[in-house]
């Protein structure tokens, strides 16, 4: 468990992070997200005690992870994949991690196996594309059997297969009742991975929430329609209020009457209606209503020519 009182984190005149206050439960996979610049990195830098609070409090099992005596038992982390000496060998790596650590020489071979690495153990880091690095990153995270587990943007790099694998992965692992904090900016992704949401904006939480309900909170309340005729059928719920677009292919788009009362209407009316469907946001929709202010650094909208 994560857990973070007041978290601020100033340099110079900017709080990178403004007295934000969560918890990381174990057993649930718990995307972490949020614009360039909102304070991601360095909320998961202050739990593994890499950069140190202005003030306030985070904690990992109810102790700060800074001091730690053995601390790849306690908590894995991938941070950064090509933070490795490019010269060493994946498995001298490991085996470096392991001795640092007190981890046994067999469990570095074990890890090597899980994220698919055995074949390529002895060659040079140096050598590995960002898929592979991201591998090997996820084995050290790995490697010391933790109850907790942080990763920074864990599937740059990796093609489908590794996609499905990491996603699989994690959630085996929120499975075992460990905690699991993914940052990511792939919504697409975070959508199939994520059971609960933090989001970060200019340093201050924006929701701490179950992602079903971020996405709820943030739909639009747009209707879609399909009826035998649907211009006929515009004209009435124009008639009762509602804000009707009507695209190309007959749909409606129906804003301003919930759909009970639409079908309500349609039969009413004596129309016969082929299809009647709340449109419910995608998690990059929810995300961008919520974020929406405090993106810091922002490039106009490319015109076609």
Do not use: C
Request: no cysteine.
């Amino acid at each position: 468990m994560i857990e973070a009182r007041a978290l601020t984190k100033v340099y110079g005149d900017t709080a990178a992070v403004n007295g934000i206050d969560f918890l990381v439960r174990p057993g649930v996979v718990t995307g972490f997200l949020g614009p360039n610049g909102a304070g991601k990195s360095t909320t998961m830098r202050m739990i593994l005690g890499l950069d140190l609070p202005t003030s306030g409090t985070v904690t990992v099992n109810g102790r700060g992870y800074r001091g730690t005596v053995w601390p790849l038992h306690d908590v894995g982390a991938l941070l950064d994949a090509r933070a490795v000496h490019p010269g060493r060998s994946a498995r001298n790596h490991l085996l470096s991690l392991a001795a640092a650590n007190g981890i046994a020489r067999a469990r570095v071979d074990e890890v090597l196996d899980q994220v698919g690495l055995a074949p390529v153990a002895r060659r040079r880091v140096g050598s590995f594309s960002l898929g592979m690095a991201q591998r090997l990153g996820i084995a050290g995270a790995l490697l010391g059997d933790p109850g907790t587990l942080l990763f920074d943007e864990p599937v740059n790099g990796l093609d489908p297969d590794g996609i499905l694998w990491i996603r699989t992965l994690m959630r085996a692992l929120a499975a075992e009742g460990r905690t699991v904090l993914v940052s990511s900016h792939l919504m697409s992704e975070m959508a199939l991975t994520a059971d609960h949401l933090l989001v970060i904006g200019r340093g201050r939480l924006l929701a701490d929430t179950p992602l079903p309900e971020l996405i709820a909170r943030h739909s639009a309340d747009l209707v879609e329609v399909r009826s035998a005729a649907p211009q006929r059928l515009a004209a009435d719920l124009r008639a009762a209020g509602a804000e009707v677009t009507l695209r190309p292919d007959g749909t409606l788009d129906v804003a301003g009457l919930a759909s009970p009362r639409i079908g309500e209407l349609a039969a009413a009316r004596g129309h016969v209606l082929h299809q009647l469907h709340d449109v419910t946001a995608s998690l990059e929709e929810a995300y961008f209503r919520l974020t929406g202010e405090s993106v810091e650094y922002r490039a106009p909208v490319p015109v076609a020519a």
